[in-house]
């Protein structure tokens, strides 16, 4: 059994928006990355395969692409909206993979920002925006995230919006040259019947 994925979809909350990653984003995403190449290092997804090549941006994209076509995945880029700029400025990204439909609706959600803008709250919110639209319009059950022991910033994330802590993966996946552990942290739609962006800001006071 096959869903609609709702693609191609933007999301915004205030200054934050999410919207579908464009080839024309090639200079900006790898400015971003450049500047960011120490932060974002560690957690590098990477090939197991002796000599093998991760794809170019292009290439990425063109995947990425085939994939929201196939409504197995949603991706995103994380932009933001600054005084003076005419558009929302790229600072990240964040996409919904491994979308199964039938009698699992699950996804898995992974993402990456900038060190400059993290711990301001932008990434709960992009995460909550689209785990809202995977349950609400997609009508998905459950959103899983899987991150490294290791990487503080991103485990504060998920506490911030109370996904549960399922356990931890032994050499789940190759990130920075090797095998490695991963914590699963999990949210099903039952969890937040008000939505997770709305109990999200709550906390906040906003």
């Known amino acids: 059994m096959w869903g609609d994925a709702g693609w191609p979809v933007t999301l915004e909350c205030g200054d934050i928006v999410l919207r579908p990653i464009r080839y024309r984003d090639k200079k900006a995403w790898r400015e971003v ?5 120490e932060w974002l290092a560690p957690w ?3 090939s197991p395969v002796p000599g093998a090549q991760l794809p170019t941006f292009a290439g990425m994209v063109r995947a990425l692409n085939d994939q929201a ?3 197995t995945a949603l991706p995103f880029v994380i932009a933001e909206r600054f005084p003076g700029s005419a558009a ?3 600072i990240g990204q964040l996409t919904v993979s491994s979308i199964v439909w039938g009698s699992a609706m699950s996804a898995t959600l992974g993402y990456w920002v900038e060190q400059e803008r993290a711990g301001r709250g932008i990434t709960p919110t992009a995460v909550a925006m689209a785990t809202d639209h995977c349950f609400g319009r997609l009508g998905l059950h459950r959103m899983e995230i899987n991150i490294r022991p290791e990487n503080a910033p991103s485990l504060r994330v998920v506490e911030k919006l109370g996904f549960r802590d399922e ?6 996946l190759h990130i920075d040259g090797q095998w490695t552990d991963h914590r699963s942290f999990a949210l099903t739609a039952e969890e937040v019947p008000e939505g ?3 109990r999200w800001l709550r906390s906040r006071g906003d």
Do not use: M
């Open 33 to 37: 990355r450049r500047r960011n190449a």
């Open 44 to 46: 590098e997804a990477t």
């Open 69 to 71: 076509r196939a409504s």
């Open 88 to 90: 929302p400025q790229l």
């Open 167 to 172: 356990g931890l993966r032994p050499r789940y």
């Open 196 to 198: 997770l962006l709305s």
